[in-house]
């Protein structure tokens, strides 16, 4: 069990020292010690805070050689415990507090950042809901619980043929910008400092894509767009999508591969839950996956991947990420239905009555026998890639840390245990099966910007600092 150990002076620094530990560093587990500030909400230098400014912690935690990973980041998250952010409530401040309580709740799990995802709807839909899921850390209020990165729209430029449980009904082919903002809404897509002249930044890492773009996109809810590329004028339109600091990800496409090599020589950085609602791979047009591989002309985007057991054979997993192991990043493509019993539950999808039956662990769309998303948890997912993958802790564990950060843009912030980063932090626990045969982590601790706001055993109570 960690202990603690409280400072004897009466002045109080926010500062906390966690001892005892193996820090995630790159691909290694490193055993060092990490200080956290809750004043400032970031990791702090600790030679330079003990040695330099002669810095006593307020209390040294021991943590009997456990593991402290960067909080999660969640890339692909549609709702969770009763919440899907695709849907309008009567009073739309009620859509607020529910999706305050899912924060709280989602923290829980080890998520400390994410995308709220909202899927192929009406205009209207977009334009209510948007400005409740833009960016959502300025407050640095660690008791709010996962703050939002930014919005990822997923839908309706996607293709017909590659729906998914998308309504085919509402989906919409672009041939202008203005048809992007007359959907989404100009103020959700096009930040206000924006002007036309800019254009997006030049990428010659030949490894993976980097997201960084001439501006930020936290002045607009938009982070991340999911497309199919080979629809209307939608390539041409990536380069002002990406002036604008948005993410283009390519999914729900027929795109062969020359379509999804132009798509990311336009700026095309990201692939949405890859093999799932794609043209599969042949040996003689590879598709969007044929991206993946290593060319003289081309960069490598990264992708998500479910890896829930049901979305993807594990051998899949496996061939995923041994074709381009730094572009990989674990998502859920959870639904409303976390944390939920088995039943039916209705679904927002555009237009008409629909609901998604949970059985277990599938989700399907009523009457059709398709997959409706999943409703597993990152933690899970992670543990599954680290048992079929033969990747490493540290390799598991940079899926949903570093490389989603990077993709994001925000390396150095998040996603990193180096000093000046945000100090959302997950301690975690390893488990082995009886048997030997499956390894596990588990979610101990939670920390967000330096405030531990989760311990294990103690959801309910005074330990808890994750406020209703």
Same mark, same amino acid.
């Given at each position: 069990?960690? /202990?603690?150990?409280?400072?004897?002076?009466?002045?109080?620094?926010?500062?906390?020292?966690?001892?005892?530990?193996?820090?995630?560093?790159?691909?290694?587990?490193?055993?060092?010690?990490?200080?956290?500030?809750?004043?400032?909400?970031?990791?702090?230098?600790?030679?330079?805070?003990?040695?330099?400014?002669?810095?006593?912690?307020?209390?040294?935690?021991?943590?009997?050689?456990?593991?402290?990973?960067?909080?999660?980041?969640?890339?692909?998250?549609?709702?969770?415990?009763?919440?899907?952010?695709?849907?309008?409530?009567?009073?739309?401040?009620?859509?607020?507090?529910?999706?305050?309580?899912?924060?709280?709740?989602?923290?829980?799990?080890?998520? /400390?950042?994410?995308?709220?995802?909202?899927?192929?709807?009406?205009?209207?839909?977009?334009?209510?809901?948007?400005?409740?899921?833009?960016?959502?850390?300025?407050?640095?209020?660690?008791?709010?619980?996962?703050?939002?990165?930014?919005?990822?729209?997923?839908?309706?430029?996607?293709?017909?043929?590659?729906?998914?449980?998308?309504?085919?009904?509402?989906?919409?082919?672009?041939?202008?910008?203005?048809?992007?903002?007359?959907?989404?809404?100009?103020?959700?897509?096009?930040?206000?400092?924006?002007?036309?002249?800019?254009?997006?930044?030049?990428?010659?890492?030949?490894?993976?894509?980097?997201?960084?773009?001439?501006?930020?996109?936290?002045?607009?809810?938009?982070?991340?767009? /999911?497309?199919?590329?080979?629809?209307?004028?939608?390539?041409?339109?990536?380069?002002?999508? /990406?002036?604008?600091?948005?993410?283009?990800?390519?999914?729900?496409?027929?795109?062969?591969?020359?379509?999804?090599?132009?798509?990311?020589?336009?700026?095309?950085?990201?692939?949405?839950?890859?093999?799932?609602?794609?043209?599969?791979?042949?040996?003689?047009?590879?598709?969007?996956?044929?991206?993946?591989?290593?060319?003289?002309?081309?960069?490598?985007?990264?992708?998500?991947?479910?890896?829930?057991?049901?979305?993807?054979?594990?051998?899949?997993?496996?061939?995923?990420?041994?074709?381009?192991?730094?572009?990989?990043?674990?998502?859920?493509?959870?639904?409303?239905?976390?944390?939920?019993?088995?039943?039916?539950?209705?679904?927002?999808?555009?237009?008409?009555?629909?609901?998604?039956?949970?059985?277990?662990?599938?989700?399907?769309?009523?009457?059709?026998?398709?997959?409706?998303?999943?409703?597993?948890?990152?933690?899970?997912?992670?543990?599954?890639?680290?048992?079929?993958?033969?990747?490493?802790?540290?390799?598991?564990?940079?899926?949903?840390?570093?490389?989603?950060?990077?993709?994001?843009?925000?390396?150095?912030?998040?996603?990193?245990?180096?000093?000046?980063?945000?100090?959302?932090?997950?301690?975690?626990?390893?488990?082995?099966?009886?048997?030997?045969?499956?390894?596990?982590?588990?979610?101990?601790?939670?920390?967000?910007?330096?405030?531990?706001?989760?311990?294990?055993?103690?959801?309910?109570?005074?330990?808890?600092?994750?406020?209703?």
């Amino acid at each position: 069990m960690p /202990t603690a150990v409280r400072s004897a002076s009466p002045r109080r620094n926010g500062i906390t020292k966690l001892t005892n530990c193996r820090l995630l560093r790159g691909d290694e587990l490193v055993w060092d010690d990490a200080w956290v500030s809750s004043i400032t909400g970031k990791i702090i230098r600790s030679q330079s805070a003990f040695y330099e400014e002669l810095i006593m912690p307020d209390e040294v935690i021991d943590l009997g050689g456990r593991i402290v990973s960067p909080g999660f980041i969640e890339c692909q998250l549609n709702g969770a415990y009763g919440f899907n952010f695709s849907t309008v409530t009567e009073d739309m401040a009620q859509y607020g507090k529910q999706l305050r309580d899912l924060n709280k709740k989602l923290a829980q799990t080890g998520v /400390t950042s994410y995308l709220p995802t909202v899927t192929s709807q009406k205009s209207n839909l977009y334009k209510k809901v948007l400005p409740y899921l833009g960016p959502s850390g300025a407050s640095r209020r660690a008791h709010d619980g996962a703050e939002s990165l930014g919005a990822h729209v997923e839908g309706p430029f996607l293709n017909p043929t590659k729906n998914g449980i998308h309504n085919t009904s509402i989906m919409r082919v672009a041939s202008s910008f203005s048809d992007l903002e007359d959907m989404y809404g100009a103020a959700n897509i096009t930040p206000p400092s924006f002007s036309g002249s800019q254009s997006p930044s030049s990428v010659s890492d030949d490894t993976s894509l980097s997201s960084s773009s001439p501006i930020t996109s936290s002045d607009i809810p938009i982070k991340k767009i /999911t497309v199919a590329p080979e629809l209307g004028a939608m390539t041409s339109l990536i380069p002002e999508l /990406t002036a604008r600091g948005i993410i283009v990800s390519i999914g729900h496409s027929e795109a062969t591969y020359e379509e999804a090599s132009t798509a990311v020589s336009a700026g095309a950085t990201m692939i949405t839950h890859l093999f799932n609602a794609m043209r599969p791979l042949h040996h003689r047009n590879p598709g969007i996956f044929g991206v993946l591989g290593v060319t003289e002309t081309t960069s490598r985007p990264y992708f998500g991947l479910i890896a829930d057991g049901i979305h993807l054979h594990p051998a899949t997993v496996k061939i995923a990420w041994h074709a381009h192991p730094a572009g990989l990043i674990l998502v859920t493509d959870a639904m409303h239905m976390v944390g939920l019993p088995d039943g039916r539950y209705p679904w927002t999808n555009g237009e008409g009555e629909h609901f998604i039956v949970k059985k277990g662990g599938v989700l399907e769309l009523e009457g059709t026998g398709v997959i409706a998303g999943s409703s597993t948890t990152l933690i899970e997912c992670i543990n599954n890639f680290l048992n079929w993958s033969g990747a490493t802790i540290p390799q598991a564990l940079k899926t949903v840390t570093a490389t989603p950060a990077t993709m994001l843009g925000a390396q150095g912030i998040k996603g990193t245990l180096d000093a000046g980063a945000d100090a959302d932090l997950v301690v975690l626990s390893e488990t082995v099966s009886d048997d030997g045969g499956r390894r596990e982590l588990v979610v101990d601790e939670v920390w967000k910007f330096g405030v531990k706001i989760f311990e294990k055993g103690h959801e309910n109570g005074r330990k808890s600092s994750l406020r209703e």
